[in-house]
């Protein structure tokens, strides 16, 4: 099947619309001409007309000019100088008179047509136009005048006009398709460059953009549009290259450490007590893989994923006493005093699963980081018509430098590096991620030593 260049297919298209535009006007230049010439005909029959209506005399029920010398006039004379031609019947349908160029010829009456109408017809095989006046006298009909003139010079113009203009117009439209294609080629050469430098971005190669055209035309819009879309391509890739880089570090730690255990544990017999301890030891890094595993799954499964998203009437207060009672045993063993304040029964319109994973991170994060015999306070409140969730704790908080990094895949504060707490590093960043999925802002604020404090707000 054949296909057309889009270079040619805008040319084309652009021919076939002034193409139309140009039969249009060539229509109604010829029309025009053909309406002009054969006003001007008519004109100059009815000047002849009312000329003889004022001259004919009526005498024994024949039809005559009063003065016959008319006859010698040179337009009725000849037949070679726009020539008229003049002719009376009488009511029988007689001839009475002729203007003397008819010589033997006579101008046929033409009873199908209506009085005083004109109409073309032949004499001796020349073009005429005609018209027949109704002859009265007293109110009644004596006879018809005939007024006829020549239009053998008005069908040779109008003939030559066509041919010129049906001669010239594929001409036109092959002159304005080769100027359209030329104007057609310089619109889109940008096209080109855009072609030309997405041939040579790669994975590898993503740093290339398309220079934007000096015009602030469609053009433009899409080179501008492309190279945004680079950006967006750009941040993704070295994103899921970061994060690959970091998780492959994150598992292989807890391997490591594992398969280094088991090595020494194997290098000479050991107590009992030994091997309990250093397998229970492998237990709590597997348990600890298992939770990076389990937070890495989840991270990938919500990774634009509003489509997925079931919203549904939500008992926020439930959900958060639900979540601080999956962790009593944590409040128990690190003597945690949780306060919840509600002032009310809070429901929101939101996916009660995601909402629950972010209420339990972040309650899991505060008991985490808590000191023993501290306290934690939740409150829930409504400000300007917002629901608002306050969860504030009294731990080991975060210094400001790393307020900017907290959410960021396998970041850790530097405030836990001599600790003993353990962490992925993917909690904060599956919850900014739901966060962002459910239309929840989410603010954290902290001082090293003091505490944090979450503020989620449901939009």
């Not at 088991?262 to 890094?285: A, D, G, M, T, W």
């Not at 934690?376 to 400001?400: F, M, Q, R, Y």
């Amino acid at each position: 099947m054949f296909h057309l260049s889009f270079k040619n297919r805008i040319a084309f298209n652009y021919i076939i619309t002034t193409g139309l535009l140009i039969f249009v006007v060539f229509f109604s230049i010829y029309y025009s001409v053909k309406l002009s010439v054969y006003s001007h005909i008519n004109k100059d029959i009815n000047i002849e007309v009312e000329k003889h209506l004022t001259e004919i005399e009526i005498k024994n029920n024949h039809i005559g000019l009063i003065h016959n010398n008319e006859w010698q006039e040179r337009e009725h004379n000849t037949v070679a100088v726009n020539p008229v031609f003049v002719q009376f019947f009488d009511k029988s349908g007689i001839l009475a008179e002729k203007s003397p160029n008819l010589k033997i010829q006579t101008l046929i009456f033409n009873p199908r047509i209506p009085d005083d109408e004109f109409f073309d017809t032949k004499l001796v095989h020349k073009s005429i136009r005609q018209i027949q006046i109704p002859i009265y006298k007293n109110a009644v009909k004596k006879g018809y005048l005939l007024v006829a003139m020549s239009i053998e010079d008005a069908k040779m113009v109008l003939y030559n006009l066509l041919q010129i203009l049906i001669f010239s117009y594929p001409l036109i439209l092959l002159l304005l398709f080769v100027i359209a294609r030329l104007i057609a080629g310089r619109s889109i050469k940008p096209i080109s460059s855009i072609i030309k430098t997405s041939n040579i971005i790669t994975k590898d190669n993503l740093k290339s953009r398309i220079l934007l055209p000096q015009n602030r035309d469609e053009l433009y819009t899409l080179s501008t549009t492309i190279n945004n879309l680079l950006d967006r391509i750009e941040s993704t890739i070295e994103r899921e290259k970061q994060f690959t880089s970091d998780a492959s570090h994150e598992l292989r730690t807890p391997l490591t450490v594992i398969k280094g255990t088991l090595e020494v544990l194997i290098r000479k017999p050991r107590n009992e007590e030994e091997y309990h301890q250093k397998i229970n030891f492998c237990v709590s890094e597997i348990d600890h893989l298992n939770h990076l595993l389990d937070q890495l799954l989840l991270l990938a499964r919500f990774e634009n994923q509003k489509k997925s998203i079931k919203i549904e009437k939500t008992h926020l207060n439930a959900i958060i006493l639900d979540s601080i009672s999956r962790y009593s045993s944590i409040v128990k063993s690190k003597n945690i005093q949780i306060t919840t304040q509600f002032a009310n029964e809070y429901y929101i319109e939101t996916d009660g699963y995601l909402l629950s994973i972010i209420i339990n991170n972040l309650i899991s994060n505060a008991l985490k980081y808590s000191n023993e015999n501290s306290t934690i306070s939740i409150t829930i409140s409504k400000v300007n018509g917002i629901i608002e969730c306050i969860i504030l704790d009294h731990g080991i908080g975060i210094p400001d430098e790393d307020l900017q990094k907290i959410f960021d895949q396998f970041y850790r504060s530097k405030s836990i590096e001599h600790t003993e707490i353990k962490g992925t590093g993917l909690g904060l960043s599956i919850v900014k991620r739901l966060c962002t999925l459910l239309n929840i802002d989410i603010t954290i604020t902290s001082k090293e030593t003091i505490g944090t404090t979450v503020n989620l707000r449901f939009c």
